[in-house]
């Protein structure tokens, strides 16, 4: 009878599969879950679930099955949300409302407080102050909706269903916007070893094998530890329409820099595009040329671009005057030269790739592998860093 | 329907309802429990746990960033049997006197049921938890340099954490039951300080605990106070016999909870009333 939960969890982008299936059948014929939902609900969540980006999406989707409601937000009257959204107004009931508000039974109300949750964090961040005490909206504690529910109240304990719609691990969802300690994570995976410097590690192998040809006498052979050998350029886009991603550029400019395995790292700036020179500091003094760059590192540095890559077309196709523009060259053609200069070449995009279409990211990405900036992103970007033979 | 022990944590450590789903279901289907959360959450405790309560040997392979998968099986000590055949101490035809076993090897030879922690396995390189899924999962291994086939009269009870660092690849999630701890809210800290310091004076408590949620909900923290710095804390009020925190005066001891230097400086902003600008 869940096997349809499986297929819904699919949906939802939980990754279950036949292995997982088998082994909570096998859990519940040796009666794990007491036979109850709330024993199914905990059974269920850590056979299923493998990792805690997943808990979200598991208690959408137990919450909306096992109520047996679709959450969609489009089923509810419009003119309730109306109602909901502007209690203040409405503190006269009519008796028209009032018989309208008896007829809602609690399952409807509950379907209407998780959806009120989910809109509310669409619009701020994470809490859930707003549904608040006093007042006459339906969701809040001493109200006076006669349908109305109570939060906050600790009563015992919460049935499996009001666990799930508590949906404590939206914090650890991975399509959001990524936090510091998230991005040192992903950035770890671009590390790659290799052996350099003072010879001073055993080396087992070699040993053995000249202490044989040694004719048994036996001979320590060293050989120098291994050290992380990734360099990389991360050159950022500031100002301007980057700015409301300030905050996000700044944790990944922290979450760079704080990483220790890696041999190198560089870090640029620049505005809007790269026009022949770039900036290490955010104050646009000191250019570096692009070509002095170029000069200076070889094709096996990973370059990161980090930008909005949203600007005027003359911009990026015309030599603007701003900076250190050499030789008049186009925005465009510098792009194209570092990504033939380097092996490896990513475009980080902090805006959803809903918005790319047209203008000229769509440009940009054709030069650079473009992916959105969040932790997902993050990974397939340093997946194409990372991937063997070059591209060309 | 077979009949299995039933995990409710012991005495010293108190779980709840999806915690002792998470372990029972571990115990019943035999399969490793991955254990995440944040730091000072009482992960490597729960082995300690479980292993006191089924009651069983607890093993601990403690995960070091150049831990290979192979030394927790064995490790052969050519070099002892090089110096050996040299200056002719021991009987070097005996290759299994060079075969040390490892934590994992230790624990499938065993021919009890044991418990097999292998703690913060985020810590090892990237493949690390690849190389283990044979063994893991069949728990079965064999010695090559003497042809021994070992495997498990009793599959050994395995429990993993990870520090939430790193992520672990699926094919290894896949085999693994998984529970997040969760950190803990008022009423359940009260019952693990209760465990911890029985008797303590209930206004202290209340004081310490204020104390401390107040703290970790303070925004800018670099490194938030976790369970295990909250009862060290407490021991050293006791300690110091102190009687009475007040929240609005600088916090004895501070140096237990906050464990960075910036954190230091935000909370005595904070206390001096708003945020003061630095240059």
């Known amino acids: 009878m869940f096997i349809d939960f499986i297929y819904e969890l699919r949906r939802n982008k939980v990754p279950v599969g036949l292995q997982e299936a088998v082994a909570l059948t096998r859990a519940l014929a040796m009666g794990l879950h007491d036979s109850s939902l709330e024993g199914f609900y905990y059974v269920a969540r850590s056979i299923l679930v493998h990792r805690e980006s997943h808990l979200d999406p598991f208690d959408v989707t137990f919450a909306s099955y096992f109520r047996g409601v679709a959450v969609d937000a489009k089923k509810i009257h419009a003119e309730l949300l109306e109602w909901l959204r502007d209690p203040k107004l409405r503190k006269e009931l009519t008796d028209e409302e009032r018989a309208l508000l008896k007829a809602l039974d609690l399952e409807e109300v509950e379907r209407l407080l998780e959806e009120r949750l989910r809109e509310q964090t669409e619009r701020h961040d994470g809490g859930s102050r707003w549904i608040g005490t006093g007042g006459t909206s339906p969701f809040g504690r001493a109200g006076t909706n006669p349908g109305g529910i109570r939060l906050g109240a600790s009563s015992g304990g919460r049935s499996a269903i009001k666990t799930a719609d508590a949906r404590a691990y939206r914090g650890y969802r991975s399509d959001l916007v990524l936090d510091v300690r998230q991005i040192e994570i992903a950035l770890r995976k671009l590390r790659a070893f290799s052996r350099e410097g003072t010879l001073e590690e055993l080396d087992l192998e070699g040993t053995i094998d000249s202490t044989a040809k040694n004719g048994g006498e036996l001979e320590v052979v060293t050989r120098p530890p291994r050290r992380p050998n990734t360099r990389v350029i991360l050159m950022m886009d500031v100002g301007g329409s980057m700015d409301p991603y300030a905050h996000t550029m700044s944790q990944l400019f922290s979450a760079a820099k704080r990483s220790t395995h890696w041999k190198e790292l560089r870090i640029y700036y620049f505005h809007n595009c790269v026009y022949g020179a770039v900036y290490p500091t955010e104050e646009f003094r000191e250019p570096v040329k692009i070509t002095d760059l170029v000069a200076d590192c070889g094709p096996h540095y990973k370059l990161v671009l980090v930008g909005d890559a949203l600007m005027a077309p003359w911009e990026l196709l015309g030599a603007p005057s701003y900076g250190e523009s050499e030789k008049g060259a186009a925005g465009v053609s510098w792009l194209v030269y570092l990504r033939e200069h380097f092996e490896r070449s990513v475009w980080l995009n902090p805006e959803p790739p809903s918005t790319w279409g047209g203008s000229t990211v769509e440009t940009i990405g054709s030069i650079f592998p473009m992916f959105e900036l969040t932790l997902d992103g993050l990974s397939e970007a340093i997946a194409e860093l990372t991937r063997g033979s070059p591209r060309r | ?279």
Request: net charge neutral.
């Open chain 2, 1 to 279: 329907m077979s009949t299995f022990l039933r995990f409710r944590g012991t005495d010293r450590y108190l779980t709840n309802e999806a915690l002792e789903a998470s372990v029972n279901s571990a115990l019943a289907l035999e399969r490793p429990l991955l254990v995440r959360g944040e730091p000072g959450t009482g992960k490597t405790l729960l082995a300690e746990a479980i292993a006191e309560a089924l009651p069983a040997r607890l093993i601990s392979w403690n995960v070091k960033s150049t831990t290979r998968a192979q030394d927790g099986l064995y490790v052969y000590d050519t070099v002892q049997r090089l110096y050996d055949s040299r200056f002719g101490d021991g009987d070097i035809r005996d290759i299994r006197r060079y075969i040390k076993l490892g934590p994992l090897g230790q624990a499938i030879s065993a021919g009890e049921r044991t418990v097999l922690l292998i703690d913060e396995i985020d810590k090892a390189d990237l493949e690390f938890p690849n190389d283990l899924l044979h063994e893991l999962d069949r728990m079965h291994f064999s010695i090559t340099e003497t042809g021994d086939e070992i495997t498990a009269k009793q599959r050994p009870m395995v429990i993993i954490t990870s520090n939430n660092e790193k992520e672990l690849p699926d094919a290894f999630l896949r085999r693994c039951v998984f529970h997040f701890i969760d950190f803990p809210d008022r009423e359940f800290m009260k019952r693990v300080v209760a465990v911890h310091h029985p008797g303590l004076d209930d206004g202290l408590v209340d004081q310490t605990l204020q104390a401390f949620f107040d703290l970790r909900n303070m925004r800018g923290l670099r490194k938030r106070p976790s369970t295990s710095e909250l009862i060290d804390w407490i021991a050293v009020l006791k300690k110091a016999g102190i009687a009475a925190v007040k929240l609005d005066q600088a916090l004895p001891f501070l140096g237990t909870l906050l464990k960075k230097e910036q954190d230091v400086v935000a909370y005595a902003d904070r206390l001096a009333g708003g945020r003061k600008y630095r240059s």
